[in-house]
């Protein structure tokens, strides 16, 4: 009788504990599975000049995407990071040109200012966009998703005001050289991408502030209770992914040496199914960097992929839809069998 | 001198009277059962005493010291423990992050400071061989039993060394053994000058370990008295109503 009662509850542990293995793995592999097909299909998938690309065309979205990782494991969302990039890029370019005026210049001014002054007006600006909704949403209890619609449509607006409609292009090649130089063969936006993911995944992993994301997205009531102060660690996720899309759209703008105030429309549904499918659970508390990195890369690599295969935009467009929807079911499975 | 005294602590929600008028002292060293039927008030009571919410009126003295506690952070840090009914715990952390949660070990490196987890899951494996758990530190909450969660939140109060322990039901789903080594335990607290509140449903328990049983009912305390000069039929009859008051 007990044996076969504990034979059972065994059982029981295993299958929930594939489910946990592969809400952590099943990104990675079916990554790997992609690289592996596509290689397969098409012989320049593999070269060095194409992975660079794929990686270029990740590390923007990468990085707002870590910031996104923050603000899901504590169960909340930020819908406002598209917006958020254009308002940014245009904190930046025009710090960059040295002022409002220079709004319709096209060409390089000597009068600019220096980029690092570039880099923390767009970092400003981005941490300031996400202390505002932080605040709406610790102080005010509104919750995340209006909060951040609230954000999406709101600093749209404000992006479209103060640029008048028009791009501000034409930096200098210090401005650039964050989106379109190289280090060793490796563009700069790569190794920032990088960089920012080790530091992410030792701030969550590592250190206590990171558990304090845990827990608040595991059980924000206990978190509380035990001394840990949920409200500051929610308003801080919503600074920090402000801080990662003000610097994704100050790199942004120096790729594309301009900056416009529809930079970044609909950005924010590609971070999302990045996440989300890198095994970040939308109920909170479970999910890590890793899973983002794998997520941000299997997006990029499908559309490098399936563009090099002449496949259609519109019909990956439905297959990464398809594919956020088969990883959101299964995260609901997940969480009913964790439950 | 008591070590906690409680004078005319009231709380409602906002129609709701959960508790009216209590009085209570306590000294050190002396175990109290709180008893009362479902929705009595007796979690409200220990909550306020743990700085989870404050009394709507009514004055707290710790230690000859009136205290208004503005979050439990400020409770613990004088030395008041609570393990609560519904546990308290993250589901998805460890036994060991969810028993430091909120006192985490720290380790340094140079000027930054890390989670010291080989320290956490070191003490915590040692506090959950105290208590005779079968409870892995390294293991998930989710995946526990009603028990070994139980252990995890008394686990806790053996961080550090507390004035006074608030146990709300602590033996609800734990094996005979177990409620054995909790009261065990109380017993322990106790000869160590500690001060503890026992809320439990089983009379057996709290005539085996407490010095005083204290009745609520209805928001009221409708008694309280030594152990000795009390039965188990007078506290079932006092729980129940069927007897006024004592
Ligand atoms: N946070 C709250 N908000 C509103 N009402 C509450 C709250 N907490 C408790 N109450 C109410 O206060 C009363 C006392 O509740 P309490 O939890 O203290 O009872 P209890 O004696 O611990 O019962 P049990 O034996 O079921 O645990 C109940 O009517 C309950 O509905
Ligand atoms: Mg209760």
Avoid at chain 2, 198 to 210: A, E, G, N, Q, W
Wanted: hydrophobic share 50%; proline share 3%.
């Amino acid at each position: 009788m007990t044996k076969i009662a504990s034979r059972q509850g065994h059982a029981a542990d295993q299958r929930r504990d594939t489910v946990d293995f592969l809400a952590q793995y099943a990104a990675p592999m079916f990554l790997l599975l992609l690289i592996l097909v596509f290689s397969l299909l098409h012989q320049n998938f593999l070269h060095p000049l194409n992975v660079m690309n794929v990686l270029r065309q990740v590390s923007i979205s990468g990085l707002i995407a870590i910031g996104m990782t923050f603000v899901i494991l504590t169960r909340g969302i930020d819908l406002s990071v598209g917006s958020q990039v254009a308002l940014c890029g245009l904190a930046a370019a025009y710090v960059a040109k040295g002022g409002l005026e220079s709004r319709f210049a096209v060409g390089v001014e000597q009068a600019g200012n220096p980029v690092i002054l570039a880099v923390l007006a767009a970092l400003a600006v981005g941490m300031a966009a996400g202390a505002v909704q932080g605040i709406a949403i610790t102080r005010l209890k509104v919750p995340p998703f209006v909060v951040t619609l609230g954000g999406l449509t709101a600093f749209r607006g404000m992006a479209l005001l103060l640029s008048g409609g028009g791009p501000v292009s034409g930096f200098t090649p210090d401005y650039t050289w964050w989106g379109q130089g190289r280090i060793m063969m490796v563009p700069v936006p790569v190794i920032i991408f990088v960089v920012v993911a080790i530091i992410a995944h030792i701030v969550l992993r590592y250190t206590r502030f990171g558990l304090h994301v845990y827990a608040v997205g595991g059980n924000e009531a206990a978190a509380d209770l035990n001394g840990i102060n949920a409200r500051r660690v929610t308003f801080l996720v919503y600074v920090i992914v402000g801080f990662l899309s003000g610097f994704a759209a100050f790199v942004l703008s120096a790729r594309l040496n301009s900056a416009e105030a529809v930079a970044g429309l609909g950005l924010e549904l590609d971070i999302i199914a990045a996440v989300v499918i890198g095994g970040t659970s939308l109920f909170g508390g479970v999910g890590g960097i890793g899973g983002t990195v794998a997520g941000v890369l299997l997006i990029g690599v499908l559309r490098n992929g399936l563009v090099l295969l002449n496949v259609s935009s519109f019909v990956q467009q439905i297959i990464i839809g398809v594919i956020l929807v088969m990883a959101v079911a299964f995260d609901q499975y997940a969480a009913r069998r964790r439950g | 001198m008591a070590i906690l005294e409680l004078s005319g602590v009231s709380k409602h929600f906002g129609a709701i009277e959960a508790l009216n008028g209590i009085d209570l002292s306590l000294e050190r060293g002396e175990a109290l059962g709180l008893m009362g039927d479902n929705g009595a008030g007796k979690s409200t009571l220990v909550k306020i005493i743990a700085g989870t919410f404050p009394p709507s009126m009514g004055r707290i003295v710790l230690d000859g010291e009136e205290v208004r506690f503005a979050r439990p952070v400020e409770a613990r840090q004088k030395g008041i423990e609570i393990i609560y009914q519904d546990l308290a715990l993250c589901d998805n952390l460890s036994a060991a992050l969810n028993v430091f949660l909120g006192r985490e070990l720290i380790r340094k490196i140079g000027p930054c400071r890390f989670l010291d987890r080989t320290a956490m899951n070191a003490r915590a494996a040692e506090i959950f061989a105290e208590l005779k758990s079968e409870t892995r530190p390294r293991d998930l909450v989710k995946h526990m039993s009603g028990g070994q969660r139980q252990a995890v939140a008394i686990a806790r109060t053996r961080l550090v060394d507390p004035k006074i322990v608030l146990m709300d039901e602590p033996t609800a789903a734990i094996s005979v053994r177990q409620v054995a080594e909790v009261l065990d335990l109380i017993r322990h607290l106790k000869t160590t000058g500690h001060t503890v509140i026992l809320i439990s449903h089983r009379t057996p328990d709290v005539f085996s370990v407490c010095d005083r049983v204290a009745v609520l009912r209805r928001g009221r305390k409708v008694a309280d008295k030594p152990i000795a000069d009390s039965s188990p039929e007078e506290v079932t009859g006092l729980i129940t109503g069927a007897i006024e008051g004592a």
